[in-house]
């Protein structure tokens, strides 16, 4: 009988380490973690996105490109060269080199011609050796409208009649790494759309969400695999009409203080404060909380 029982249960050990197999390897670490939805601080590639194209009065289009950089805490700078290139006409055609933490979205345009046709305009970045691509074209199922332009309907047309705020910004075009730079952007609006009241649903003017790289709709967790960074919540800022800044093209992160103002007096003044020398580009975005403007301000920051 017991040999009987022997070769019953042979099979039977054989299956379980056969089935079981699978199930042991997939829980094997991999680079030192297991294997999974894992989450990066830093070492990680960014990767540029294709984001649809919208057509100009006269005739030419422009594709909008954005980025998810897939660190959680590490800002990526890459000089426009061989490593942060865009094709054909390039490498320069007007990409950021600074790339803050996860998505960040219809960040630019390449204006290409009316008689584009099925051509594609390639973004390439190399980011800790790994080379990632976006690839852009006018298929017709990608045509979007103007990402700041604040196009839509509602509140009562507002938003269709809506015009972008017009901006300009001053600043000292050279300045002392030791030095703190004040920035001065200066805001007219139409007015609309008109703020919601108190007790309107969505809340007050005070409630217009930041319109700078706070990524707050990604809910994104702080990584596991890695000590905890903490990052500070994005600034809430009160008014109708708001601006912040960041770096589009530099060396290094700048503080500003405070991130973001209101521009309701027809103003809005910042302080921008540099670790590194350098040639860097600040953009300055204002918004009426439906349309969007941008302006740019090149900064020579020199040695002490």
Do not use: C
């Not at 269709?160 to 001053?170: A, F, I």
């Amino acid at each position: 009988m017991s040999i009987r029982i022997r070769r019953r249960l042979l099979p039977l050990s054989l299956m379980v380490a056969v089935l079981g197999a699978p199930a042991l390897a997939a829980a094997q670490p991999k680079d030192g973690f297991l294997s999974g939805n894992i989450k990066y601080s830093t070492g990680q590639s960014v990767q540029p996105i294709y984001e649809g194209w919208t057509r100009n009065p006269d005739g030419s289009y422009q594709i909008y490109f954005g980025y998810l950089n897939r660190n959680h805490v590490e800002n990526v700078q890459v000089p426009v060269g061989p490593n942060n290139r865009i094709e054909p006409a390039g490498p320069d055609r007007g990409q950021p080199t600074y790339f803050y933490p996860r998505f960040n979205r219809q960040l630019f345009a390449v204006t290409v011609p009316a008689d584009w046709g099925k051509k594609e305009v390639v973004w390439t970045l190399v980011v800790h050796g790994q080379t990632e691509r976006a690839v852009g074209w006018l298929r017709p199922d990608w045509e979007i409208a103007p990402p700041l332009a604040g196009t839509g309907t509602g509140r009562g047309g507002q938003i269709e009649q809506n015009r972008p705020p017009t901006l300009t910004v001053s600043g000292a075009a050279r300045i002392a790494v030791s030095s703190p730079l004040t920035l001065t952007a200066t805001v007219t609006d139409d007015g609309l759309p008109v703020p919601r009241g108190r007790g309107a649903r969505g809340g007050g003017a005070g409630a217009n969400r930041p319109p700078a790289f706070d990524n707050s709709e990604f809910k994104a967790t702080p990584p596991v695999n890695v000590p905890q960074v903490e990052r500070p919540a994005p600034a809430r800022i009160s008014g109708r009409l708001q601006v912040t800044w960041f770096v589009w093209r530099g060396p290094a992160p700048v503080a500003f203080d405070p991130p973001g103002a209101s521009a309701d007096a027809g103003s809005a003044v910042i302080t921008a404060s540099f670790t590194q020398p350098g040639e860097y580009v600040l953009r300055a975005r204002a918004t009426d909380s439906a349309a969007t403007a941008l302006q740019d301000l090149k900064v020579v920051v020199t040695a002490p």
